[in-house]
């Protein structure tokens, strides 16, 4: 049955890079099990394929192998896993207590004035997804808000403007994460169910 899996998977057509293959057999030379890597594994697919599309958790199974319904039920746990298509920068606004006394309303309004999108929506172009998020475990900080791995601290208004003004400019010229329409399709194959939320049943 196992088996079975991992042809459906390399059939698909999907596959890792060789630069990913890599770091993943690095990262099972650290593991006694290959289960153990999975989430680092899923963190690294999603790197690559910019969300976790049902053809790519198929891909870590076959990859650990391991059963799909094992992969997905970790991916499903996880926020930080996503499950749906991301834009190419996740803009995450801390809208607790210490943040939203220091102004993260004001930073969520400049958000959605600038990028013509409200929090949990993600840019037609593909190019920005815009959360508000609980604690970002730098209150004394506030406001703070992170854009994918990089954390912003005590942002104006002012300050976020000029940020996502130059995320713009740097999106246009480097396009949408890999696996929106306009990606680049060389390494990855475009998806039906790019765009919408995956099925994952
Ligand atoms: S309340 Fe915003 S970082 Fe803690």
Redesign the pocket.
């Known amino acids: 049955m196992r088996e079975a899996k991992m042809a459906d998977s390399s059939a698909n057509g999907l596959a890792f890079s060789p630069q990913t293959k890599a770091r993943i057999a690095e990262l099972l030379t650290r593991y006694p099990r290959k289960q153990g890597a999975l989430i680092p594994v899923l963190w690294l697919a999603q790197e690559e394929f910019g969300w976790l599309k049902p053809a790519v958790l198929e891909l870590v199974a076959a990859e650990l192998q391991l059963s799909k319904a094992s992969v997905l039920a970790t991916a499903m746990f996880y926020t930080m896993l996503y499950k749906r298509p991301h834009g190419r920068f996740h803009v995450q606004i801390?809208t607790?207590?210490?943040?939203y006394l220091r102004g993260?309303d004001d930073l969520v309004a400049t958000a959605v004035e600038v990028l013509g999108i409200n929090p949990g929506e993600t840019s037609e172009d593909g190019l920005f997804t815009l959360q508000q998020v609980q604690?970002?475990?730098?209150?004394e900080r506030?406001?703070?808000l992170q854009v994918n791995k990089t954390d912003y601290f005590d942002v104006t208004p002012n300050q976020f403007r000029a940020l996502l003004e130059q995320l713009q400019t740097d999106g246009l010229r480097l396009g949408p994460s890999i696996g929106w329409p306009g990606a680049d399709e060389s390494t990855n194959p475009p998806d039906a169910s790019t765009g919408t939320e995956a099925s994952y049943a």
């Open positions: 801390c607790n207590v210490a943040c993260s604690c970002l475990c730098a209150c506030a406001p703070t």
